[in-house]
């Protein structure tokens, strides 16, 4: 299978992925036995719930130190001293100190959601395709409501995808208040473009929360979380009906690697020029939590 190809933004350059469990990834969407086993076990919610249970067993936290070195993380960052997470689930949707993730303060601005890689569509009635040319999520089936998917059938999209590296924590786009969020049952496959590219609806049909965003510069704006195989579970903190300031903290995920869906109302933000260049190659451009990702129109 192909190398997962990036361009991050700060260093200006594409890099390849470094993939956690990669081998166990490639022989689940690469070979017959893999892609039987996935149908069995491990898109099933009870093989992802095990998983989690095991991540937040005490000796856990073993993994953290050779983790943090492997990936070479960034450790000042982190909220918490290493000793003081009690398993590996801990660490994994640890908290940063404010200053590691500021703010865009361009009044106009809208930041990214979360660390992570990300793609963007400025129009969905025009796109090609996210991951492969030709394949496009459907949006009724993602929404799962019919009208709300007719009403944003030309609005923006913006794909984010965490890989376990990440800071695994998702945060508020734009300053606004918040509906209820609404779970969208599914099954668990890997939101790795490995996955995406054989079978991109992946995206649309895995479990996932919808929280309804209403703005005053971008109309109401949906935010999605998207879980995946090993995601223990979506933890929302924030409070519904309450005004959130941009890039203030909407929740967090557990365990495994994950994304988040933001779309926009048709014609209300332009996204930023490294972003649509990159994303019309197919191409993730990583950039973290907090950063410029667009302007309001």
């Not at 509906?179 to 991109?200: C, F, H, K, M, W």
């Not at 005053?216 to 409070?239: D, H, N, W």
């Not at 779309?263 to 410029?292: T, V």
Request: aromatic fraction near 12%; charged fraction near 25%.
């Amino acid at each position: 299978m192909d190398e997962i190809v990036y361009y991050d933004r700060y260093r200006g350059e594409t890099c390849v992925e470094k993939v956690y469990g990669d081998k166990a990834l490639r022989w689940t969407y690469g070979t017959l036995g893999g892609r039987i086993s996935l149908n069995v076990l491990v898109k099933r919610a009870l093989f992802s719930r095990w998983y989690g249970w095991k991540m937040d067993r005490p000796g856990t936290r073993k993994k953290i130190a050779p983790f943090i070195e492997n990936y070479d993380l960034d450790a000042t960052e982190f909220l918490r001293d290493v000793d003081d997470f009690a398993n590996f689930n801990e660490f994994f949707f640890r908290e940063l100190k404010p200053l590691a993730r500021p703010i865009d303060s361009d009044a106009s601005s809208v930041v990214f959601p979360a660390d992570g890689r990300h793609l963007c569509v400025p129009d969905l009635s025009r796109s090609d395709g996210l991951f492969v040319k030709g394949e496009m999520l459907d949006l009724a089936t993602l929404l799962g409501n019919n009208d709300l998917a007719d009403r944003y059938a030309h609005g923006s999209l913006l794909l984010s995808r965490l890989c376990p590296i990440d800071y695994h924590r998702f945060h508020f786009p734009v300053a606004g208040v918040p509906s209820e969020t609404r779970l969208i049952d599914g099954p668990l496959y890997s939101v790795n473009p490995i996955a995406l590219r054989q079978n991109i609806q992946i995206l649309a049909t895995n479990k996932r929360t919808l929280t309804e965003l209403k703005t005053e510069s971008l109309g109401t704006v949906l935010l999605m979380e998207i879980g995946a195989t090993c995601v223990g579970s979506i933890c929302q903190t924030f409070r519904e009906g309450a005004w959130v300031e941009k890039g203030s903290e909407k929740g967090y995920f557990r365990f495994g690697g994950s994304s988040t869906i933001t779309i926009f109302e048709p014609g209300r933000i332009r996204f930023d020029q490294d972003l649509i260049e990159n994303s019309q190659q197919n191409r993730e451009l990583y950039a973290r939590i907090g950063d410029h990702m667009g302007s309001s129109v």
